[in-house]
């Protein structure tokens, strides 16, 4: 509308900071390898959405690498993460406490970010295809 692009270099900023953060390991529990912080999963499925949202959002604005950049860091430190979790049977799919606000499903929060990233992405490039 305006091709005013501050909102958009400003957007980018916010999304290399999430995934560049961890790489100071001079403060206290920084991992560079994991910097979506999933010993706290909240953290991964709050940035799975944020970045979700960013992609979506900004779709038309993105460069081609930037929506590469964008997708994989979902992927590395959102899904696979979420993946991973799910397969090891995390303390915070079944725990009753502040996880899970009590009686509600601890995959509700998770999930619901997964879901946000589906949508978007089969909202560009359509439903998948089963590879079998």
């Not at 999933?38 to 081609?64: K, N, P, R």
């Not at 959102?78 to 899970?100: E, P, R």
């Amino acid at each position: 509308m305006t091709n005013d692009t501050s909102w958009v270099d400003r957007t980018w900023r916010e999304l290399q900071n999430a995934v560049n953060w961890a790489n100071d390991t001079t403060i206290a529990g920084n991992d560079p390898t994991d910097p979506w912080n999933s010993q706290h999963f909240l953290d991964v499925g709050e940035l799975t959405a944020a970045f979700a949202i960013a992609y979506d959002w900004l779709y038309d604005q993105w460069t081609s690498d930037q929506k590469t950049t964008i997708v994989s860091n979902i992927v590395d430190y959102g899904l696979q993460k979420g993946v991973t979790q799910y397969s090891t049977n995390a303390f915070w799919l079944t725990v009753n406490g502040n996880w899970n606000c009590g009686k509600l499903d601890p995959h509700i929060e998770f999930t619901s970010y997964l879901i946000v990233f589906s949508m978007q992405w089969w909202s560009h490039y359509g439903m998948p295809r089963n590879p079998r």
